[in-house]
């Protein structure tokens, strides 16, 4: 006897059921984690579909409240005693007043932002000498539209906190230069360049915290609960004396973050970037780490509005004053007018990449650069001794 065969269009239509039961129970139970995949995937049709699948099914888990068991649980496990960590360290308040300015060559749509730093009141100065003075931060949306001005407060502090920042020291083999690396995926491969170029010297330590497919406009983590308070726990854990970050390659992929579509370019966009970067700046400098910011390096593709983005980071620093400071990477990543390369030449007279395939992420060769301009820098800056 022998039984029937098979049928591979069966076998097909049950595996798709299959899946299409998972994605609708994972939806009912999950409707919040549905709703960020939905608002990660490309603006256009991809998106609208999927949101035309999560929505629906988003309020029907609200109305019988079916996300409460997985919620219940997630709060059993985070449960526990909250960690010990600095307050945010406070600077002097700052206004972003995003414009729209007519568009400047070579970056078609791209945002600009001019800072400028005002002495403060000597009626609000504080008595320590070394707190930053008050900044004034203008914010330039460059897009091709009639001139607006709007102006929003970016920094509300709600608790004092003097801060005293450290005196500069020299690491040493008895007590290394702790810095910590944030980021994105760009930091991955830049992380790894600090572990080759400070490897060799004992009187540094090199934590490496970049996140593969991390931004702060990348809605899969909770601003909040999430990212700042794992920005909070490193200061608290690691204790570094600089804080060094690359970031911006997924800021330009106009995320819904909170229901709203963030068109990169847009004045929204400004502000929302602003205003997290200032916020991550604050857990950064609880406990008096210096900063150090490396530029978002050029893209090939010119839809990586780079310059744009750079011009925020450096609004924020400017804000923040004494202890933030910029290194721009295009300084040894990009040619001799600072634009982008793939490579670069070397010494037996061929070249060498610097750039991934994409054009986005650092080859070896590339990351180390960055890994010498920052060693360079920290001796220069009296954090480490010279080179031997």
């Known amino acids: 006897m022998t039984g029937s065969a098979r049928s591979p269009r069966r076998d097909a239509a049950r595996l798709l059921l299959l899946a299409v039961a998972v994605l609708v129970l994972a939806n009912l139970l999950a409707p919040d984690a549905a709703a960020r995949w939905a608002g990660t995937q490309p603006e256009g049709w991809r998106r609208n579909v999927a949101g035309a699948l999560t929505d629906p099914l988003a309020r029907v888990s609200g109305k019988l409240s079916l996300g409460q068991p997985l919620e219940q649980v997630t709060e059993f496990l985070d449960a526990g005693p909250a960690p010990v960590t600095f307050a945010p360290a406070v600077r002097s308040p700052a206004t972003i007043a995003p414009t729209r300015v007519p568009p400047p060559t070579g970056e078609a ?48 502090p709600t608790t004092s906190v003097s801060e005293v920042l450290p005196a500069v020291r020299m690491g040493s083999a008895d007590d290394p230069l702790r810095v910590l690396a944030v980021g994105d995926s760009l930091m991955l491969d ?29 809605p899969y983590w909770d601003w909040d609960n999430d990212v700042l308070a794992d920005y909070a726990g490193l200061i608290a854990e690691i204790r570094p004396d600089v804080v060094v970050v690359m970031i911006g390659a997924n800021e330009f992929e106009g995320h819904v973050l909170e229901g709203e579509s963030l068109v990169p370019g847009s004045l929204r966009w400004v502000e929302v970037l602003a205003e997290r970067a200032d916020e991550a700046m604050a857990r950064w400098r609880a406990d008096g780490a210096h900063v150090y910011w490396w530029t978002t390096p050029r893209m090939r593709d010119q839809r990586f509005l780079t310059d744009g983005l750079n011009e925020i980071w450096t609004s924020v620093l400017a804000a923040w004053g004494s202890g933030s400071w910029n290194l721009d990477s295009m300084e040894v990543l990009g040619d001799g007018s600072g634009a982008y390369r793939d490579r670069m030449p070397d010494d037996d007279g061929g070249t060498v990449r610097l750039r991934k395939e994409h054009g986005v992420h650092f080859e070896e060769v590339g990351a180390d650069l960055l890994a010498r301009q920052l060693e360079q820098r920290l001796v220069s800056d009296g954090w480490l001794g010279p080179v031997g």
């Open 109 to 156: 749509g791209a945002t600009g932002v001019s800072t400028t730093v005002d002495a403060a009141d000597p009626s609000v100065v504080p008595d320590d000498p070394e707190a930053p003075v008050a900044t004034t931060t203008s914010v330039s949306v460059v897009v091709p539209t009639t001139a607006t001005t709007t102006s929003v407060s970016v920094v509300e």
């Open 190 to 218: 830049l992380q790894r360049g600090m572990d080759r170029t400070f490897g060799r010297r004992p009187d540094v330590m090199v934590e490496g915290r970049g996140k593969l497919g991390f931004g702060f406009t990348v």
